[in-house]
């Protein structure tokens, strides 16, 4: 079956522009979380949704960040006003349903490809 | 704040032979789950193996094997009968919820 696929899998903007990244989960798939994979870093979380709402987006970095997951399904991930320190790989995960704690009962990470973005 | 931590940048081996590596995490949490992820120059995480903080007993799966000591804060991950195909980036991640938190990384060579 298809996994996590992200698009573009490459984008290269200028400093200031809007960018839009893309993530198609794994088909029914309720929870999708996005992380940000900076230079010869692990990756940090950023934002989770169960179904459409953002069940947790602590790690947004400031208001210039902003995802959506409208129809439970797909998600966009939304930068405004980019700055050179928004470039980093942009990863998504999915996993059949909220990955919290249960005993002897994870619910793994599925992980896509990633965005690379480049802001010049 | 949940902290993990992978003191070794850069590990090499040859073909067939064993690597250790290692990681360390600071957390106040009484139940977690631990996990190594490999990223090959594709970019996408795959999951190489987990361990649940309650048992006792080290994971294992194939060629790839845990040490995890809870006293100690310390979750290891040994790979046997390297092969050329290992030769990726290994991030140590720790859960207790729903988001990961990940260490900074050690890029494994495997050279024939």
């Known amino acids: 079956g298809a996994g996590v696929s992200q698009t573009p899998s490459n984008k290269v903007t200028e400093k200031g522009k809007y960018v839009e990244l893309r993530c198609d989960p794994i088909?029914?798939?309720?929870?999708l979380y996005w992380y940000r994979q900076s230079l010869g870093q692990g990756p940090e979380f950023l934002i989770y949704?169960?179904?459409?709402?953002?069940?947790?987006d602590s790690g947004l970095p400031n208001d210039r960040f902003f995802a959506v997951r409208p129809e439970g399904s797909v998600s966009t991930l939304k930068i405004q006003r980019t700055e050179r320190g928004d470039s980093a790989v942009y990863l998504c995960?999915?996993?059949?349903?909220?990955?919290?704690?249960?005993?002897?009962?994870?619910?793994?990470?599925?992980f896509g490809p990633g965005t690379r973005l480049t802001v010049l | 704040a949940q902290t993990v931590t992978q003191s070794q940048p850069e590990m090499s081996v040859q073909e067939a032979e064993t690597v250790t590596l290692s990681c360390t995490y600071d957390t106040s949490e009484s139940n977690y789950y631990l996990f190594w992820y490999k990223q090959p120059p594709s970019r996408q995480m795959i999951l190489v193996i987990r361990?649940?903080?309650?048992?006792?007993q080290n994971a294992t799966e194939n060629r790839f094997s845990v040490n995890f000591q809870k006293a100690a804060k310390s979750f290891s991950l040994k790979i046997s009968d390297s092969q050329l195909g290992d030769t990726a980036m290994y991030f140590c991640?720790?859960?207790?919820?729903?988001?990961?938190?990940f260490g900074g990384g050690t890029r494994v060579l495997v050279k024939p």
């Open positions: 088909s029914g798939h309720t929870a």
């Open positions: 995960a999915s996993s059949p349903r909220a990955s919290g704690y249960i005993l002897g009962a994870y619910n793994e990470q599925f």
């Open positions: 991640a720790w859960a207790a919820g729903n988001k990961l938190t």
């Open positions: 949704f169960q179904g459409t709402g953002a069940a947790d």
């Open positions: 361990q649940e903080a309650y048992k006792q």
